[in-house]
């Protein structure tokens, strides 16, 4: 559906302020993916996602939206191509002085869609996002993540194929952010909707993404499946937003071995770590954790940092294959 190839954007071309946005993207998103960018701030998620519906006009490459090479295409074609891409942002963007029914009827009216027509199309998007009963009330007699269900309602005015969401979550909190997660996961399932997320936070994409890009300094460094990503992250920047250290403990001292170990829901869920201590008769440190019970079943990562001694490593990893744990040893823990 949406290929990127060779895409960059460069900011103040030629000058001496000349700003690197995005270098040699290159992606291809397709029907029904809930494809997933993940990064750092500044490096260059908004500006993509910008670029895929050409709000920014890539410098280089090309943008394909259905075979269709947005750059070949006159202003009146781009504008009705927008119409199947539909942006929601992190600031909701609502017209303060306008009830929720109204902000959803607004782009419809400007598109010429009879009033009584929208009107009519705008109470069934806001019943759609569980805003039934909240037709009359004005953003600010909305909770936030209230008024991202209107952004949402209005973004399907269009009957949109696309959903560009950038950073929509960002000002909510955790509750909030899983019950708009769900919603737009429902609305892909039930509606055939594609998604692209932009984030800078990877529990975002482990909820809703099948897919996932992780951009650093504007560079696309890692693609794939998410669990793939999160089972075996490749690059330092995909190991750290999925492991960040502000999630874990400080070092114990410098030195020692570090493993970062992987659980893929083939082992079952319990105490590996004490159980690990006490079998080894060794103290053991965990950096970083981020492990999920599924039905019994251990999923995620962590990160230890063992004694120097090798023989306390050689107990501890044979502990661990006895256990079919994968793991893997670093050179020191990046995250």
């Known amino acids: 559906m949406i290929e990127l190839k060779n895409m960059s954007k460069v900011f103040n071309q030629g000058t001496e302020n000349e700003v690197r946005a995005l270098s040699d993207i290159n992606l291809t998103i397709n029907d029904g993916d809930i494809f997933g960018i993940i990064g750092l701030s500044g490096a260059g998620k908004s500006t993509l996602i910008r670029c ?148 800078h936070e990877m529990k975002v994409i482990e909820q809703i993404c099948n897919k996932v890009a992780v951009l650093d300094h504007s560079q696309i460094v890692e693609t794939g499946n998410v669990k793939d990503i999160f089972l075996a992250p490749k690059s330092r920047i995909a190991r750290e937003l999925i492991l960040p250290k502000s999630e874990g403990v400080d070092s114990i001292g410098e030195g020692g071995i570090y493993l970062r170990l992987v659980f893929d829901g083939t082992t079952a869920f319990e105490p590996v770590i004490s159980n690990l201590a006490l079998e080894c008769r060794a103290a053991v440190n965990i950096l970083a954790a981020n492990t999920k019970n599924i039905e019994g079943k251990a999923y995620g990562q962590m990160v230890l940092q063992l004694p120097e001694d090798r023989s306390v490593v050689e107990r501890i990893e044979n502990y661990l294959d006895k256990k079919g744990i994968v793991y893997k040893e670093e050179e020191s823990y990046v995250g």
């Open 52 to 199: 895929v519906n050409f709000l920014e006009v890539p410098t280089g490459g090309t943008v394909i939206f259905d075979g269709v090479d947005l750059s070949k295409i006159s202003e009146k074609e781009l504008r009705e191509t927008r119409r199947h891409m539909s942006m929601i942002f992190q600031n909701f963007n609502l017209l303060s002085q306008q009830t929720a029914l109204k902000n959803v009827c607004f782009p419809m009216e400007i598109s010429g869609v009879p009033k009584a027509e929208a009107k009519k199309r705008a109470a069934e998007l806001l019943e759609l996002v569980g805003l039934g009963d909240k037709l009359d009330f004005y953003p600010a007699q909305l909770s936030g993540g209230q008024k991202q269900r209107v952004a949402i309602a209005r973004a399907l005015t269009t009957n949109p194929r696309v959903l560009l969401c950038d950073e929509v979550t960002s000002a909510l909190d955790p509750n909030t952010t899983r019950s708009i997660l769900e919603l737009l996961q429902n609305i892909n399932r039930s509606m055939g909707v594609t998604i692209i997320m932009i984030t």
